[in-house]
């Protein structure tokens, strides 16, 4: 069973960056899809970033492209995303999650994540 822990959220101005961190316990993330979702009030869970089962593939989400960037290090079992140039639109709970069986070409649908973490929330103020 996989135990992921998201860290590093915070209150952030606009235009400014910040880095969250996803560790993962219990057992390695090799060989599972990892993505961020992010999810405002009201508003429903959406993809931001993440890896393939291979770590073959990595994608983002349209509003998040150039801005963000999705790592990860398997050795520590630890995904990061780092984000860059934050807008108040950004404001969100970021979410980790991962799963064995995700197909690539549905990297992006949260119901195919078995694995999720408890959220950090980030704040942008304008």
């Known amino acids: 069973q996989v135990q992921l822990v998201e860290s590093g959220g915070g209150l952030v101005q606009a235009g400014g960056s910040l880095r969250v961190s996803c560790a993962a316990s219990?057992?390695?993330?090799?060989?599972?899809?990892v993505a961020w979702f992010r999810q405002a009030p009201g508003k429903e869970r959406v993809f931001v970033a993440g890896?393939?089962?291979?770590?073959?593939?990595?994608y983002y989400g349209d509003s998040v492209k150039g801005r963000f960037t999705v790592s990860r290090d398997n050795g520590k079992s630890a995904v990061y995303l780092q984000m860059n140039n934050l807008k108040p639109e950004d404001t969100a709970v970021y979410y980790c999650?991962?799963?064995?069986?995700?197909?690539?070409?549905?990297?992006?649908?949260?119901?195919?994540?078995?694995?999720w973490g408890q959220g950090t929330q980030v704040t942008v103020s304008s």
């Open positions: 219990g057992r390695s993330l090799s060989g599972y899809a």
């Open positions: 890896f393939s089962r291979s770590g073959g593939y990595t």
């Open positions: 999650a991962a799963g064995r069986t995700v197909i690539t070409s549905s990297l992006m649908n949260s119901r195919q994540y078995d694995h």
